[in-house]
């Protein structure tokens, strides 16, 4: 879409389209920009979102490093936010100066033109007092709204301050995008009177702004034509927007309900993990037990302990706490006992960039503790995917016995997606490996196995006859007891190792998508999986043909997965770090040469990125590193 187009009389379909919000941290961009989505997927599209934070806190207002932006697609065949925006909404000079570069060419900007102040100008680091020249802007592209004006005159009878009034200059913003792309303003201001129910004012004067908006967008450009959004045809049923993070609070959820065990999370705020605590501590009335710990070390330990207690037990942390969690995770390997570990990966290392995403995390997840400590690792998908991934975790921790570590990270867990919401026999009841009486009466040892499995039995405390020890060190095949016979020690390594092996034959096999029959294949794990989807399809649609392995069981991998990626001439590897995964899949495919797309910019990948590294690589080249 372009300026043209915005100032044409034709009416116009789009089968999708991206808007980018950008202001200051305290402008509400990821407000309008989630209310904006929701609306969207209310009607039928499919979204996909990208708020994009600064990692400073409370940066100074109208300065570069403090500008906030929030990118959505909306429309069909929707599996990324879009490389590039067709609309930029800029609320100060700062945010069109940082933003300007994620607009495509003949995109259409609305600017806060009241904002334009010497003030503003000198903050964003402006040379002269003509930011729309100086940044070699057609003034044809930009519609200007004098929003600090429009929004004292909308609300000037409204009672509230000046202060009060500011805060709802997003609002004006809101209003213009969904006059331009004919969205129900009865659907925003349901979701402005249940947002702020306690204070009807303010739900008034936001109703109000927005209106006023709209009405700005309708009266100045009444040639201009509205933009109808295609949709996809969906399964029936209720939908909602959703983020990965409260996707992944609700599949806990869920999995407490199928296998009957208490959900307990013991986990210590850390970005971008803590919406996970914030959303189970809200969920009390469904029995949910959410602890504040006082670190990351105690929310592991207590987490270990509610799972020998009989508790479906989680702890969610970002990469630093995985890292302090390792020795407990380790004891929870030895112990075999249950338990889901939610990383939300981010930039690294150490604090790094805790407001940015990453896939950095994966070596830590398989490697990262002492001695031989096999744990299972999955990795989710899309904001939507968290939720049948955090069931997973559930799933197999319990079945199984074992600690499992469900990476997501930054970009989906904050991200969302439209998702149906699932009926209650869409998901297998989780069946716990509780003793039995008939196992006590013959003899029963806490470190006894299922044949088929490997996974030993759980013997809940106050079970009669079954009281029991269990801890970090090393017990005896046989008896249970605490063992230092080197034999034994093999033995119980290699019991462990096998058992999280046998996994394999409890998940789903890899599914190739796309041309199934090409000579390469395109690969990735987690969040990853929209960008690499869509470039597929982008490079068929050129003629340049590729498969698609997509991984979300990592270790172990699908009984199939080897033996479908033996079967291309080129696999290409494509994640968001240096290889961590090509470098996984190269130690158990010797004989294939894993070529690799890699992005270090702690930034999701952009479509063109991944299409351009594979026609680099396929001329030739072993990797490509997205800039």
């Not at 089968?15 to 209310?35: H, K, T, Y």
């Not at 307990?264 to 501590?281: N, Q, R, V």
């Not at 794990?525 to 989807?533: A, E, Q, R, S, V």
């Amino acid at each position: 879409m372009t300026a043209k187009d915005v100032c044409s009389t034709a009416s116009t379909t789009l089968e999708n389209v991206v808007v980018r919000f950008s202001g200051d941290s305290g402008d509400g961009m990821q407000l309008v920009g989630n209310i904006f989505s929701n609306v969207s997927a209310g009607v039928g599209n499919q979204i996909s979102t990208f708020p994009d934070y600064p990692a400073e806190i409370r940066a100074p207002q109208g300065s570069l490093s403090g500008v906030s932006g929030f990118q959505v697609c909306i429309g069909r065949d929707v599996h990324t936010p879009g490389d590039e925006a067709d609309v930029l909404v800029a609320m100060n000079p700062a945010a069109l100066k940082t933003n300007l570069r994620f607009l495509k060419k003949g995109g259409v900007i609305i600017v806060d033109s009241d904002s334009f102040g010497e003030t503003n100008l000198k903050k964003a680091e402006y040379r002269t007092s003509d930011p729309i020249a100086e940044l070699g802007i057609d003034p044809r592209r930009v519609i200007f709204v004098p929003m600090e004006t429009l929004l004292k005159e909308t609300l000037k009878d409204s009672g509230l301050d000046n202060k009060s009034i500011m805060k709802s200059k997003n609002m004006l913003a809101l209003g213009m995008v969904c006059w331009l792309f004919d969205r129900p303003l009865e659907s925003v201001f349901h979701r402005l009177r249940i947002k702020f129910a306690k204070k009807p004012a303010v739900a008034d004067a936001n109703i109000k702004v927005v209106q006023a908006g709209w009405d700005f967008g309708h009266n100045t450009h009444a040639s201009a034509s509205t933009y109808t959004i295609e949709t996809d045809e969906n399964c029936p049923g209720t939908y909602t927007n959703i983020t990965g993070n409260t996707a992944t609070a609700w599949g806990l959820i869920l999995a407490s309900e199928k296998s009957g065990r208490p959900l307990f999370l013991g986990s210590y705020p850390i970005t971008p993990a803590t919406d996970i605590l914030h959303e189970l501590a809200k969920r009390k009335d469904l029995g949910v037990k959410a602890v504040q710990m006082e670190d990351e070390i105690a929310g592991v330990c207590s987490a270990i302990g509610a799972s020998f207690a009989g508790d479906l037990a989680v702890t969610s942390t970002s990469g630093p706490g995985l890292a302090l969690k390792s020795e407990g995770i380790g004891l929870a390997m030895i112990a075999e006992l249950p338990l889901v570990v939610i990383d939300v990966q981010r930039g690294g290392p150490s604090t790094g960039l805790p407001t940015k995403t990453e896939q950095t995390d994966l070596m830590q997840a398989l490697y990262g503790r002492n001695g031989e400590s096999p744990v299972c690792v999955m990795a989710a998908a899309s904001p939507a995917d968290c939720f049948t991934m955090a069931f997973e975790a559930a799933r197999v921790a319990i079945e199984h016995m074992t600690p499992v570590i469900l990476l997501t990270d930054a970009f989906i867990a904050n991200g969302s997606s439209a998702w149906r919401l699932p009926e209650a026999d869409d998901f297998p009841e989780i069946k716990p490996r509780f003793v039995t009486e008939k196992m006590i009466r013959e003899g029963w040892k806490p470190y006894r196995r299922d044949e088929q499995t490997m996974a030993r039995w759980w013997a809940i405390p106050g079970t009669p006859g079954a009281m029991h020890r269990v801890g970090g060190l090393e017990k005896d095949f046989n008896t249970s007891v605490i063992s230092t016979d080197g034999a034994n020690h093999a033995k119980m390594v290699l019991a462990r190792r096998e058992k999280v092996a046998r996994i394999a034959a409890d998940i789903p096999a890899l599914k190739i998508e796309g041309k199934k029959d090409a000579a390469t294949v395109l690969v990735g794990w987690g969040g990853t999986y929209g960008h690499i989807l869509t470039a597929a399809k982008q490079l068929a649609k050129e003629g340049e043909p590729v498969a698609v392995a997509h991984f979300r069981y990592i270790n172990p991998l699908p009984a199939n997965a080897l033996d479908e990626l033996r079967r291309y001439d080129n696999i290409i590897v494509a994640e968001l770090n240096t290889g961590q995964f090509a470098d996984y899949l190269q130690a158990k495919l010797p004989g294939k040469d894993i070529k690799r797309i890699n992005k270090l910019e702690a930034q999701p990948f952009l479509v063109h990125e991944i299409t351009q590294g594979v026609r680099s690589i396929l001329a030739g080249d072993n990797a490509f590193e997205a800039r």
